[in-house]
């Protein structure tokens, strides 16, 4: 990976990583001041100013840095701030103001890792009130339970705000931008703010990368105290996930027609993980099993957390096997099934999660981009894979990684392109 900061075998670095976590997760002037502390301050401002950056607001890709095999590698920290909406419009002003706060904080960084990558996003709740109804080119239904053994809270915050950035006070400084705590931001006035538009009424963290899962453990619900994550795992549950050629494209996922054209739907899950038994019971060939497909722990084709994979997970050849080794070797993997939900032989979500030690608890924040809501149902039903086993011979608790997870809330937003981001009427234009 080419990431910033020092890893493995630099505990001063390893627990200025775990600093910078613990204070992403409790946000406010005082994280703000000691990240800047601990990390290093000089960051450099925006290259592209905001108009000039691609009106598909989820367009990170190509300006998010990349491993040594072309994988995209995500921002390490990132913030989810689930927002009410109190203003009295939308109104026009409002909208002025908060384009004003969007482009300030974008004004203060540069568009990528080193800097901040954002999207703004609203909910059904938000559109509600609204006369009219979305077109018919969007697809945002109320989220729902979409498991038979699950029961969620359902979230019906007005808008999503998903901040990220490899430095966690440049997701802190945003936020406090955003939220009017800040005059200035790297150098950059702040020109606007949420002030009487949007209250914060829900605040989630977490992280992604290499050693960040190792250095989080201690003390989190959800993981043995033996503190068995890898130190190359980016991921709690130990293995290297969003390979290139198993995520969607940002083509794939954009909408493509209709007054939103250009914009994605996003699908966000907290998920808890449970993994005592994951790491104290499983070896890492039933991991393997588990994660991606029989085959690849059969053929031992996963080294540690899967870095020597490349670019791709190679669950294309087992995906067709799902029914069989559920049916006669009693165990799927979840690559494997969510793997059936392909079309034209490539996934059709681009999954941007990243863990969580919110509330102390082992999670997972599961953020997925799709052009439709239905599309990731989809996914959602292949990975459950009610239909596997239905009828299979082997435990159902071999059903890939779902015994391990506990989904707790879900939400789904419309994520606009970025000329209708601040607070878009159903019927923009
Ligand atoms: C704790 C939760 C989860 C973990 C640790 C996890 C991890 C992984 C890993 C390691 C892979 C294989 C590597 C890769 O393709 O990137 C994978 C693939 C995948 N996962 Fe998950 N995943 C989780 C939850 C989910 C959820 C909730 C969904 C939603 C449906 C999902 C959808 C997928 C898809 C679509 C693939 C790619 C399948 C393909 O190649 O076609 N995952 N996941």
Not at 2 to 17: A, V, Y
Not at 270 to 281: F, H, V
């Given at each position: ?37 601990r990390e290093d301050a000089d960051v450099p401002q925006a290259d592209l100013a905001p108009d ?148 914060v009424a829900d605040r989630r963290t977490g992280f992604i990368g290499e050693g960040l899962p190792a250095e989080n453990q201690e ?211």
């Open positions: 990976m080419t990431g910033s900061g020092p890893r493995s075998g630099s505990p001063r670095g390893l627990s200025r990583r775990a600093f910078v976590r613990t204070a992403v997760a409790i946000g406010g002037a005082s994280a703000l001041s000691a990240c800047l502390g000039e950056r691609p009106d598909r607001q989820h367009a990170w890709n190509e300006f998010l840095a990349t491993d040594d095999h072309g994988n995209v590698r995500p921002p390490e920290h990132h913030l989810l701030l689930g927002l009410e909406y109190v203003g009295d419009g939308p109104s026009d002003q409002e909208r002025a103001q908060l384009e004003d706060a969007l482009a300030s904080v974008e004004r203060a960084y540069r568009y990528g890792n080193d800097g901040l990558v954002s999207t703004i996003g609203y909910g059904p709740a938000y559109f509600d009130r609204f006369d009219d109804d979305l077109p018919g080119s969007v697809d945002l239904p109320e989220p729902e339970a979409l498991a038979p053994i699950e029961d969620p809270e359902l979230d019906g915050y007005d808008a999503l705000v998903h901040l990220a950035s490899d430095h966690g006070h440049v997701v802190l400084s945003a936020e406090e931008a955003l939220t009017g705590d800040l005059d200035e931001v790297n150098d950059t006035p702040v020109e606007g703010t949420f002030g009487e538009i949007f209250e003390g989190v619900t959800g993981i043995p105290d033996t503190e068995p994550v890898p130190e190359d795992a980016p991921l709690f549950m130990g293995f290297k996930s969003g390979f290139e050629r198993n995520q969607a494209s940002e083509d794939r996922v954009t909408i493509e027609e209709g007054p939103f054209e250009g914009g994605t739907t996003t699908h966000l899950s907290k998920i808890d993980l449970r993994l005592e038994q994951w790491y104290e019971q499983d070896s890492h060939e039933q991991r393997v099993a588990k994660m991606f497909c029989p085959a690849h722990a059969s053929e031992d084709r996963v080294e540690g957390a899967g870095h020597n994979l490349g670019d791709a997970s190679g669950v294309e050849g087992c995906i067709d096997d799902a029914d069989d080794d559920a049916r006669n070797a009693g165990i799927v993997g979840h690559a494997q099934k969510a793997g059936r939900a392909r079309e034209d032989g490539d996934p059709i979500i681009l999954r941007r999660d990243f863990n969580s030690t919110d509330d102390d608890r082992a999670g997972l924040h599961f953020l997925a981009h799709q052009q439709s809501i239905a599309d990731f149902v989809k996914t959602r039903t292949a990975m459950t894979g009610s239909d596997l086993t239905a009828g299979a011979v082997g435990p159902i608790n071999n059903n890939g990684i779902l015994q391990y997870i506990t989904v707790r809330r879900r939400a789904n937003y419309l994520v606009p392109p970025r000329r209708h981001r601040a607070l878009p009427t159903p019927i923009p234009e």
